[in-house]
Each structure stands twice: as structure tokens, then as C-alpha cells.
């Protein structure tokens, strides 16, 4: 957060905390089960440099579409399918016109509560430290309540278009995933600009001893 907290403040926020709000998933019409189903499949992600490098390094074309004309493209064939985390594909009914929801664990879908940074200065530092802790606290729980929330709209999916396919990759899979995102890291150095290379090195620390802490390959 320290390290986070450095690269908002150039834009005048405190970042308080990282939430998760659970994987994205991708939806489309003709199964994603493999590396080489992403090649030239054409999709809608949200508006980001990091991520269309990201995607086209699985070899999927990035389309840029506004957020409401999703479903119409969807419908239309404007696009072959779109991602997003579940919640939002059930919400905007985007199932309802994609025959398959693919979990790649290739991008957790993350919120960052910020505050004003003139704001947040002003306070004392016992209340700016309980702004903190409150939120710090608040990570885990909500990301149990989200993770419910998701399981709970698969079913409610399900239920409503019971021939909906959904597929979850294996680890060798993922693995091979992760091998050409990795290509990617030199662009998100470049991208990111000043200050990139050390967040990159912190992120990848901080997965690094949570897996070790958690007992995770």
C-alpha cells in the first residue's frame, strides 16, 4: 500500500485499501478451453492499455464497446463475447445471449477505495490510521460476501439457460496462460511509466509470500 499510495498521490488520492470482487470470466459462443481457442476471437474488455496488451498476448482481438452496448454486440455479432465478473454478466443478462463462461484466473476483478488526498491530510493521524484499518479489515469479508454473491448468480444462470457451458481451466492450462502474460511485463513497465518497475516487483513479492503463507503452489 505504501508503494501504491506513492504513485496516487501524483494525482492527488490515498488509496485505503485493495478489494477483491472476484475473477472475471470470460463469455462467448464457441467454448474457450485452451490457449488456441483465444486466437482472433474478437471480445469487449473495459478501456485499459495494460489489459488489450494483456489479452492480445493470449491472441484475442480487444474491442473497444461502450459498457451499454455490450448486450446489442453480444446479440448482434458485433463481437464474439465480452469479460467481466459474474455479477455483472448476470445483472446486464449478458448469458442470455453467449452459449459459454470460461474461468481463466488470469484477472482478478479489484475495486481500491480512494479518498481525497487535501482531505485525508487534514486528518489526524490516529483517524487517518482507523480509515485505514477499517478498510483493511473490511478485505476479507467482502470478499467472502462477493465470492457468495458470485456463486449464488452462476446458479441463478444456470437455472434461467440450463444448457449454458462452464468451463474452469486446469492448472497446466493456466500455466501456459501465465507463460504469455509474462511477455507482457516489459509493456506494463512501459505503460506504467515512472515508478512501474517497483510496483510490479512489490505485487509480485506480496503474491509470492501469500502463497507461501497459504500453502499455494
Same mark, same amino acid.
Given at each position: 500500500?505504501?508503494?501504491?499510495?506513492?504513485?496516487?498521490?501524483?494525482?492527488? &488520492?490515498?488509496?485505503?485499501? !485493495?478489494?477483491?470482487?472476484?475473477?472475471?470470466?470470460?463469455?462467448?459462443?464457441?467454448?474457450?478451453?485452451?490457449?488456441?481457442?483465444?486466437?482472433?476471437? $474478437?471480445?469487449?474488455?473495459?478501456?485499459?492499455?495494460?489489459?488489450?496488451?494483456?489479452?492480445?498476448?493470449? %491472441?484475442? !482481438? +480487444?474491442?473497444?464497446?461502450?459498457? %451499454?452496448?455490450?448486450? *446489442?454486440? &453480444?446479440?448482434? %455479432?458485433?463481437?464474439?463475447?465480452?469479460?467481466? +465478473?459474474?455479477?455483472?454478466? $448476470?445483472?446486464?443478462?449478458?448469458?442470455? #445471449?453467449?452459449? *459459454?463462461?470460461?474461468?481463466?484466473?488470469?484477472? +482478478?476483478? &479489484?475495486?481500491?477505495?480512494?479518498?481525497?488526498?487535501?482531505?485525508?491530510? *487534514?486528518?489526524?493521524?490516529?483517524?487517518?490510521?482507523?480509515? $485505514?484499518?477499517?478498510?483493511?479489515?473490511? #478485505?476479507?469479508?467482502?470478499?467472502?460476501?462477493?465470492?457468495?454473491?458470485?456463486?449464488?448468480?452462476?446458479?441463478?444462470?444456470?437455472?434461467?439457460?440450463?444448457?449454458?457451458?462452464?468451463?474452469?481451466? *486446469?492448472?497446466?492450462?493456466?500455466?501456459?496462460?501465465?507463460?504469455?502474460?509474462?511477455? #507482457?511485463?516489459?509493456?506494463?513497465?512501459? #505503460?506504467?511509466?515512472?515508478?512501474?518497475?517497483?510496483? &510490479?516487483?512489490?505485487?509480485?513479492?506480496?503474491?509470492?509470500?501469500?502463497?507461501?503463507?497459504?500453502?499455494?503452489?
Amino acid at each position: 500500500m505504501d508503494v501504491l499510495e506513492k504513485a496516487f498521490r501524483k494525482n492527488g &488520492l490515498v488509496p485505503l485499501s !485493495v478489494m477483491f470482487e472476484g475473477w472475471q470470466w470470460i463469455s462467448s459462443n464457441e467454448p474457450i478451453e485452451t490457449l488456441e481457442d483465444m486466437n482472433g476471437f $474478437k471480445a469487449r474488455i473495459m478501456g485499459s492499455k495494460l489489459l488489450v496488451e494483456d489479452y492480445k498476448a493470449y %491472441g484475442m !482481438v +480487444p474491442t473497444p464497446m461502450s459498457y %451499454g452496448e455490450v448486450y *446489442s454486440g &453480444l446479440q448482434m %455479432g458485433t463481437i464474439e463475447g465480452q469479460i467481466n +465478473p459474474l455479477f455483472a454478466i $448476470k445483472s446486464m443478462n449478458f448469458f442470455e #445471449v453467449q452459449e *459459454s463462461l470460461t474461468q481463466t484466473y488470469a484477472e +482478478p476483478f &479489484l475495486g481500491i477505495p480512494t479518498v481525497n488526498q487535501k482531505f485525508f491530510d *487534514s486528518l489526524s493521524k490516529e483517524k487517518q490510521e482507523e480509515m $485505514k484499518q477499517w478498510w483493511a479489515d473490511a #478485505v476479507i469479508p467482502a470478499a467472502e460476501w462477493i465470492e457468495d454473491r458470485n456463486q449464488s448468480d452462476l446458479e441463478k444462470m444456470l437455472e434461467e439457460k440450463p444448457e449454458l457451458k462452464v468451463i474452469k481451466l *486446469s492448472d497446466e492450462e493456466v500455466a501456459r496462460w501465465e507463460e504469455k502474460a509474462e511477455t #507482457v511485463y516489459p509493456k506494463f513497465l512501459e #505503460v506504467g511509466g515512472d515508478g512501474a518497475e517497483e510496483i &510490479l516487483q512489490v505485487l509480485q513479492k506480496d503474491i509470492k509470500d501469500a502463497k507461501e503463507a497459504l500453502g499455494i503452489e
